[in-house]
């Protein structure tokens, strides 16, 4: 069995070889701060960089013993990253971070204190954030405060990567997606407890961002499906039955209107062209969102019932004999 350690920090990177050198360093220094010093591992997962950051990635594994790299084949985003990371992690508290040094592994000690008060989870809230107002801040925002108001778990940062999880928690965690956002609201629900500080937040100095406006559509679409689980994943009848009985209700308005026109006016009832639109239109949104919701379920049930992981590593760098050996996930 391989040895537990205090901290295992997960930095999923991709096409930063600017950053990963400093960031690396700031890490080791963090677990050495005053009269306490964490025992830890670094975990890099390069998500399909082609910049040269494996390059600069194998240098530091060479040099520092409690940095294992994880390569992919190619781009799978960052929630594939962090659950690679995430299953490979020894530590009993798993802290993820970005790889572009906004965030400050000087917070890494304030995450710790945090958790020794008792919670399962401690999410970092960028409150100072040093990104562009119109396309990374007010988006986030208002996503935040929709998150906030559906899942009813009160952080104000599900965005923020920089997130301190007791191991427990993230065994029972299962990324899809752009899932890993939502940790602090599936766990709350499962009981854990999870709390919030103010973390640093520092402008990017190097690299471009992989951030923008398109991501936003996928995060509405990840947050019904996160709903829909916690909800409705083990009694789907139940949501079936509600929108059922909301279609009953509108047609049986519909027929209502339809009469009154016919008797008021002498409209004819099968000349009414908005109403045969707003039908149409009305059937084929509940038939497109019950075949999305079912789809997640059954890529869920593939995944889980084969074992079958989200990503496909191409190698591996550690020094963990164990992790040396261990053959690639079959495709």
Known sequence: MSESLDISVIVPVFNERDNIQPLH??????????????????????????????????????????????????????????????????????????????????????????????????????????????TRRLPSMLANYIIRRITNVGIHDFGCTMKAYRREVISQTKLYGETHRFIPAVAQWLGAKVGEIVVNHRPRKAGKTKYNLSRTYKVVLDLITVSFMNSYSTKPLYVFGR?????????????????????????????????????????????????????????????????????AVRSILSHREELKTQPEPKQ
Request: aromatic share 10%; glycine share 8%; no cysteine.
């Open 243 to 311: 929108f059922s009985i909301y279609s009953g209700l509108a047609a049986g308005f519909s027929f209502a209107v339809m009469v009154y026109q016919k008797i008021v006016s002498g409209y004819s009832i099968n000349r009414n062209p908005l109403l045969i639109l707003g039908t149409i239109l009305t059937i084929a949104a509940l038939q497109l969102i019950m075949m999305g919701l079912l789809a997640e379920l059954m890529v869920r049930t593939y995944h889980e019932s084969q074992n079958r992981p989200t990503y």
């Open 25 to 134: 360093d700031q890490i080791a220094a963090a677990m050495k701060t005053g009269s306490v010093e964490y025992s830890y591992e670094i975990i890099f997962v390069n998500d399909g960089s082609w910049d040269g950051t494996a390059e600069v990635l194998a240098g530091i594994f060479q040099n520092d013993p409690n940095v294992t790299v994880v390569n992919f084949r190619r781009n799978f985003g960052q929630t594939a990253a962090m659950q690679a990371g995430f299953e490979r992690a020894r530590g009993e508290v798993i802290i993820p971070m970005d790889g572009d040094l906004q965030n400050d592994p000087a917070d890494i000690p304030a995450l710790m204190e945090k958790l020794d008060e008792g919670y399962d989870i401690v999410s970092g809230w960028r409150k100072s954030r040093k990104d562009r107002a119109f």
